[in-house]
């Protein structure tokens, strides 16, 4: 029998382009000695928050807590947290909290007035074009945070997003060079692998009477490259991704190279190929086409790297049958 052969030939394919927020303002009658808590600082609109008291004179424990919401009561017994749920974007919930201990009468107030405020991470990282999703946070790379606020006061009314003062917090420390009105948006280093990084924001009307704010954390992903057929007619074939081995069925076959969540601070990531342990091909792209007559098989190997630290490979076993060709290379 005569062995099969492959070659390697290179074409260009042309891949298809492709929270929370509140306002409180504290009015304490007669000298109230305890402290409301609210959790979160910055509840979303339709959620809930959390009341937690402190005292330091007042004995709590001994002590009766009522807690109304808009003159309506919704919890009286023990200084344990109590829940209340919250309305939309800008609307106003005044809540009042009694507290009875040791035959003193105490009384605090705090309005909690929700707003619309979310984190949306862009990682600068590679992806498919047409990709329905987005890359993950690249190793040694960046990520663009764009701060998404709807800020509205009472009456429903929305604040122009360009006319807000965007404050930035990354790892607990105030980014002042970032932060500013109309500064929605930072980038922000990915986190050393295995490390998380924390990113918040505080939204702020100009009036300083309605706040937002929204927090994300950063957990960076090792980058990955997978490999799709190609068909002339349908192009990449992006359904499905080939994994262990591949079977060459006509004279020729074409396979694209994805390379997901590389960073493109330096540039996009470059490709390489290997047939056999030896190099053929650079690029996203490759044709593969037996040679002469009888059944074959052989290895191919896909590395794909940006900079001196994001890697990734991809392997495949390749059979291939009876295919005749009068060239051993070409297109």
Not at 52 to 65: H, I
Not at 217 to 243: E, F, W
Request: hydrophobic share 40%; with cysteine.
């Amino acid at each position: 029998m005569r062995f099969g052969f492959l070659t390697v030939c290179a074409i260009a394919l042309l891949a298809p382009m492709a929270a929370s927020a509140q306002t409180i303002g504290d009015t304490t009658s007669g000298g109230a000695p305890f402290t409301i808590s609210i959790s979160p600082q910055y509840p979303a609109p339709g959620s809930q928050a959390t009341l937690s008291f402190l005292s330091s004179t007042l004995n709590l424990a001994n002590a009766t807590v009522s807690v109304s919401v808009g003159g309506k009561q919704i919890y009286t017994g023990s200084a344990r947290p109590v829940v209340i749920p919250l309305g939309k974007t800008g609307s106003v919930s005044s809540v009042d909290v009694d507290v009875s201990s040791a035959g003193g009468q105490y009384r605090q107030s705090v309005v909690i007035q929700p707003q619309d405020v979310s984190l949306i991470t862009e990682p600068v990282a590679s992806a498919p074009m047409l990709y329905p999703g987005k890359p993950l946070v690249p190793l040694n790379g960046d990520v663009r945070i764009v701060a998404v606020a709807s800020l509205k006061d009472a009456g429903g009314k929305t604040l122009d997003p360009a006319t807000l003062s965007y404050s930035w917090t990354v790892d607990g420390l105030h980014i002042a060079d970032s932060s500013g009105i109309g500064k929605e948006a930072i980038m922000v280093a990915s986190p050393l692998q295995y490390r998380e990084r924390s990113i918040s924001v505080v939204v702020e009307s100009p009036a300083g009477n309605l706040t937002g704010g929204d927090t994300v954390s950063l957990t960076a992903a090792d980058p990955s490259v997978r490999v799709y057929a190609t068909d002339p007619l349908l192009g990449i074939l992006y359904d499905h991704a080939l994994t262990g081995t591949y079977a060459i069925a006509g004279t020729e076959a074409g396979l694209y190279a994805a390379p997901f969540s590389f960073p493109l601070t330096g540039g996009g990531p470059a490709v390489q190929w290997f047939l056999n342990g030896s190099p053929a091909q650079s690029g996203g792209t490759i044709t593969l086409r037996p040679t002469g007559s009888g059944q074959g098989s052989a290895s191919l190997t896909l590395t794909a790297t940006s900079g001196t630290s994001a890697e990734a490979t991809a392997n495949l076993s390749l059979s291939f049958g009876t295919a005749q060709s009068t060239s051993f290379f070409g297109l």
